[in-house]
């Protein structure tokens, strides 16, 4: 009866050996995944930035190009004259102080 015994307690701890390895090996399977997952969601989000810093730096671009042509003199010069009607003073306009 003692063997009998024992060999169930050896049986129950065996199959208590194996369900251990059995839950760290599914453990181990499924933190990789999640790692897995998680690196591929990672390399979507660097990839949708660097698209997206790729077109700010097409925009700042093309604004600076914007500003460069708003600021021109030509251009100010060009809207002095046909919209606010003003003109270069001729010399009976200028006074020079002392």
Same mark, same amino acid.
């Given at each position: 009866m003692l063997t009998a015994m024992a060999a169930k307690y050896r049986g129950v701890k065996l199959t208590a050996? *194996?369900?251990l390895i059995l839950c760290v090996f599914i453990g181990q399977l499924l933190f990789y995944? *999640?790692?897995r997952v998680q690196c591929v969601r990672v390399g979507y989000e660097i990839s949708s930035e660097t698209d997206r810093h790729r077109k700010l730096t097409v925009l700042q671009s093309e604004l600076k190009i914007e500003l460069a042509?708003?600021?021109s003199p030509e251009r100010i010069s060009h809207i002095a004259r046909t919209r606010l009607g003003l003109r270069t003073p001729g010399p009976e306009q200028t006074i020079?102080?002392?």
């Open positions: 050996i *194996w369900a995944t *999640w790692c042509r708003l600021k020079v102080i002392p």
